[in-house]
């Protein structure tokens, strides 16, 4: 019989590498918390601060990454990857202890995290998992832009579009089901950007640890990356992964349709910011959903080059 209870890690994760935006080297270690502790982030270079909790209200300037602060302005970003991790792997409660103010990038996708958190191993607990039931839907509109969420039954899908100029991304558009099995390819696709916007991007302080290692890069036509893609959908997917990371800032798995054309962070924080405002939109369910990411452990993919 599948658990429907809470879990967390069963031994720490200690993990380093370099923030993609301040370029800093971190030392990451993940421990194992008690059921309803929740997923909280503590920055251990800052001496006296409080926990960080992953939630949507805590964010603040949600560009070109999530960024988590407390009330003592104590803040952590690039936080969606890991919190993606930990949604497609079942993990409730954690405390995320990191010595900058940004969580490695790793890969530029979620592969590793996962990885190191079924090398760890999990660890059920006794508490019942809650879940999120979708009772309206929700909208929010920005031009051509827009997100909703609205009720299903037994699952969490996310159909996303993205809409590019670029030749070689242009517009794409996938639907993502939990219940398909298609964590393994949304796990292992990684963030990515055009050549033509890396000075900008740059200029504004950001991407000091980007690198060809931890982000796609494409070039009018070409894929500056000397492997290519890992899969012919890349692009979007690693959408999908930045929206299950930000989605599980709602602090408990959702049962929800989520549609988005050329969504990002802060599309949906508003989405989630306005959902939650009123408590007729949503209820807690605890017994009707069976943890169905229980079943996806296939391991993951090697970089394959694919075609677009």
């Known amino acids: 019989m599948i658990s429907l209870n809470q879990k967390t890690i069963s031994k720490p994760i200690k993990l380093k590498g370099v923030g993609l935006h301040n370029g800093i080297i ?6 194992p918390a008690d059921e309803n502790f929740g997923i909280k982030f503590c920055r251990v270079d800052i001496d006296k601060n409080d926990f960080i909790s992953a939630n949507f209200k805590n964010v603040i300037e949600p ?13 952590v970003s690039t936080v969606e990857h890991l919190m993606a991790a930990f949604f497609g792997e079942g993990i409730d409660n954690v405390l995320v202890e990191v010595n900058a103010s940004e969580i490695p990038i790793l890969d530029g996708s979620a592969s590793e995290f996962v990885e190191a958190i079924r090398l760890a ?10 879940f999120i039931h979708v009772l309206k839907k929700i909208e929010i509109r920005e031009d051509e832009k827009f997100i909703s969420i609205e009720p299903s039954e037994n699952d969490l899908i996310i159909d996303f579009e993205i ?24 796990y292992n696709s ?8 890396i000075d900008f991007i740059k200029s504004k302080g950001l991407a000091k640890g ?11 036509n070409e894929i500056l990356n000397e492997d290519g893609l890992r899969n012919r959908h890349e692009f979007v997917y690693h959408k999908i992964l930045d929206c299950l990371g930000d989605l599980m800032l709602s602090g408990n798995r959702m049962l929800a349709h989520v549609k988005t054309s050329q969504g990002g962070h802060a599309l949906t924080n508003k989405l989630l910011l306005k959902f939650f ?3 007729s939109n949503w209820s807690f369910e605890s017994d009707k959903l069976s ?10 993919k090697k970089p394959l080059v694919a075609t677009a």
């Open 26 to 31: 971190a030392d990451l270690v993940i421990k």
């Open 63 to 75: 560009i070109l990454c999530t960024k988590i602060s407390n009330k003592n302005g104590i803040f």
């Open 121 to 130: 191993g999990i660890k059920e607990q006794s508490a019942p998992r809650k």
């Open 163 to 186: 809409v590019y100029k670029n030749p070689l991304i242009r517009t794409r558009r996938k639907e993502f089901k939990l219940s398909d099995g298609m964590l393994p390819e949304i």
């Open 190 to 197: 990684r963030t990515f950007c055009l050549y033509e916007d």
């Open 210 to 220: 980007g690198s060809l290692e931890n982000a796609i890069v494409v070039k009018d």
């Open 277 to 279: 405002s009123d408590d």
């Open 291 to 300: 943890d169905k990411n229980d079943k996806i452990k296939k391991p993951l």
